[in-house]
């Protein structure tokens, strides 16, 4: 069993900041894929930004965000974090939080998500 618990989401005005954080529990043996991802009323939920660990290993991020948000991890703790800077009207959405990690040594990899924190930026 794998939990994702996000925190940190919350009302804030135009310009400001928030940081999100994800702290994922459970039997995990290793992670590959950690991300964020966000959906506002009415749209598609898409991705934020993520850090791939195995493969080709890096970080994304959605155009909109790009020199504003910074996401960043914790291996001992198996956190994600997701900071905010500078943010606009446009980012208010529910912000889950996205792993794709094995839970033990030769299983397949698994996505698991969190269930969401609302960010709300006010003009």
């Known amino acids: 069993q794998v939990e994702l618990v996000e925190s940190g989401g919350g009302l804030v005005q135009a310009g400001g900041s928030l940081r999100l954080s994800c702290a994922a529990s459970g039997s995990i043996f290793s992670i590959s894929f950690m991300g964020w991802y966000r959906q506002a009323p009415g749209k598609r939920r898409e991705l934020v930004a993520g850090i791939t660990i195995v493969g080709s290993a890096g970080t994304n991020y959605a155009d909109s965000v790009k020199g504003r948000f910074t996401i960043s991890r914790d291996n001992a703790q198996n956190m994600v974090y997701l900071d905010m800077n500078s943010l606009k009207p446009e980012d208010t959405a529910v912000y889950y939080c996205?792993?794709?990690?094995?839970?033990?040594?030769?299983?397949?990899?698994?996505?698991?998500w969190g269930q969401g924190t609302q960010v709300t930026v006010s003009s």
């Open positions: 996205y792993e794709v990690l094995t839970t033990s040594r030769g299983s397949a990899p698994y996505p698991y």
